[in-house]
């Protein structure tokens, strides 16, 4: 016999741990990556703090506001924050666990557009030098030669790799195919089966820890993702075709692909002086200063 729930009854507190776990079963079921899954439970954690445990059942709009309002945040932080909070509280709705959504009538977050930023070549150069370790040394150039993320560098496996190419299941499960440079080829060779940066016990190293480990490496001021920078210039440089580069990148936007390429001084300096000569007849007429001040600056 079927129980007929009472819409006015109000909605009984779910702990956090019983939130959080189907949250991350929910996105699992719909096929998201670990990568994601990892961000979107960091975020719900970090927003769990900050409010002292109050349960996900009552935190109000204002509160996620107070929460993004970080004055320490970047847009692009912010951003992501806001992603995992709409999306956690998008599934409470859906799984009855709240009656409403508190990020519905949210503002979306406007990120910038900023220049891209290629980690300079003598910072990849100072990098491999100051690396101890064939792996650490895959790690960089994975970053430069393949352009891939700091997620796809630790889970990459040598199931990824078939007649000189890989295929990387990026952002949104969502596949690519990248050629394999040469200079990758005797680093992978190194490894028959299995990740090529397995974890301590079982399965890959965590993102975190290839996101630190480059880090270190690049040395302050540099991360794993201004590597894909790099990649993205120096192959826009080579072919001029941003199509390429953006399916090399795996981005659903081609406008995310030009922020990633970094135009060269000498090209806008070229850019200036091909354009064509305009007439400027009164500009020619006016006698040459020199010639019509006095030293004393009055007129002649």
Not at 42 to 59: A, F, G, K, M, V
Not at 99 to 127: C, K, S, Y
């Amino acid at each position: 016999m079927f129980k007929i729930i009472d819409k006015e009854t109000p909605v009984q507190p779910m702990s956090w741990s019983t939130a959080t776990t189907r949250f991350a079963h929910w996105l699992e079921a719909a096929g998201r990556t670990r990568g994601t899954i990892t961000t979107r439970l960091w975020w719900i954690n970090h927003l769990r703090q900050s409010l002292n445990d109050q349960p996900p059942t009552s935190i109000r709009p204002e509160q996620i506001s107070a929460w993004l309002a970080n004055p320490d945040w970047s847009p692009s932080t912010r951003k992501s924050a806001l992603a995992s909070a709409r999306r956690f509280f998008h599934w409470m709705r859906v799984a009855d666990a709240r009656p409403d959504d508190p990020t519905e009538h949210l503002l979306n977050v406007t990120v910038p557009r900023r220049r891209a930023r290629p980690t300079p070549d003598q910072v990849i150069h100072a990098a491999l030098e100051r690396a101890t370790s064939t792996e650490d040394e895959l790690m960089i150039l994975l970053g430069a030669y393949a352009g891939l993320r700091r997620t796809e560098i630790a889970t990459l496996s040598t199931e990824d790799r078939t007649d000189g190419w890989f295929t990387i299941t990026g952002k949104g499960g969502v596949q690519r195919v990248i050629p394999i440079h040469e200079h990758l080829t005797p680093y992978l060779d190194l490894k028959t089966t299995g990740y090529y940066f397995p974890g301590r016990f079982t399965g890959s190293r965590h993102p975190d820890y290839v996101g630190r480990r480059l880090s270190k490496l690049l040395g302050p001021g540099y991360t794993s993702h201004q590597l894909r920078h790099w990649f993205a210039t120096s192959a826009y440089a080579k072919l001029r075709d941003l199509r390429a580069v953006q399916e090399l990148l795996g981005h659903a936007d081609i406008t995310t692909t030009q922020a990633y390429v970094a135009v060269d001084d000498t090209a806008l300096l070229s850019a200036i002086a091909s354009l064509p000569d305009l007439p400027h007849p009164r500009l020619q007429a006016i006698p040459r200063d020199s010639e019509n001040i006095t030293p004393q600056g009055g007129r002649a």
